[in-house]
């Protein structure tokens, strides 16, 4: 248990020493936040969420969704893989540890910086434009690790294929970047034209979003029942491919 806390601790410290990982991850969405809740402030927009519900009110769920892509389909796969090149995995595998210490510290070290995120969207939220929220604050955090557990399982697929840190980025970035518009994650899925709002429906990061704003608005089962079905598959497809596909050289 020591062994995992220091791994915890030095992982976490690394991770906060990456400017990309930490500006995209911590800081470019609350800077969203801040930009769109000044230009629209937070009175109930019904054409932009279909809901008479303000636009901070209803971002702040949706940016957890893009905290949650960022740090699963980026930072998961670009670092497993550069550890990988540097030989970094192949040198842990010759400490005493078990190879499943790395794994677990690393998705807690992960998990943590995605609260950490959400956190400062939530006090900026708040201090900022009073945010508000519907739902009971268990149920969202459920929301939040069943669609954080599913994504990095997704992630850990990535570094799985991924032979480079070069190959995981561009893996990365074409399969987040189209999401983050078309899934709800950094605009509203009500601006987009039929066509495209059907096809955000094939998008896993759209499940995530519809979860987090179902139940930080207090929807019932009949709202949330789809997103965590699809999550739930989601993330027994990852594991299950991640058991079979990872490689530690």
Known sequence: MRGLK???????????????????????????????????????????????????????????????GTIALMNIPIDTAANRDSGALRRFRATPLQ???YLVASIA?????????????MVIGKLVFDLKMAGSWPAVLA?????????????????SVARTARMAQALGMAI???????????MPV????PGLQEFSKLLPLSYVVKLMQGL???????TIAVPMAVLF????LGVGLSAVLFRWE
Request: proline letters at 7%; a neutral charge.
């Open 176 to 186: 987040f970047f189209p999401m983050i518009f078309l899934s709800g994650a950094g």
């Open 99 to 101: 190879p499943l210490t």
């Open 190 to 193: 009500q601006m987009l034209p």
């Open 6 to 68: 220091n791994l915890i601790w030095v992982q976490f410290k690394l991770y906060l020493r990456e400017p990309a990982a930490f500006f995209f991850t911590l800081a470019f969405p609350a800077l969203c936040l801040l930009l769109f809740g000044a230009i629209y402030g937070n009175e109930p927009a019904p054409a932009f969420w279909g809901r008479p519900v303000g636009t901070v009110d209803a971002s702040v769920p949706a940016y957890i969704g893009l905290i949650i």
């Open 216 to 222: 930080w608005f207090g929807d019932g089962l009949a």
């Open 143 to 159: 929301g939040f690790t069943l669609s954080a557990l599913a994504f990095f399982a997704a992630g850990y697929v990535l570094a």
């Open 233 to 236: 598959g989601l993330l027994g």
């Open 109 to 121: 070290v992960y998990f943590l910086i995605a609260l950490l995120g959400i956190a400062i969207l």
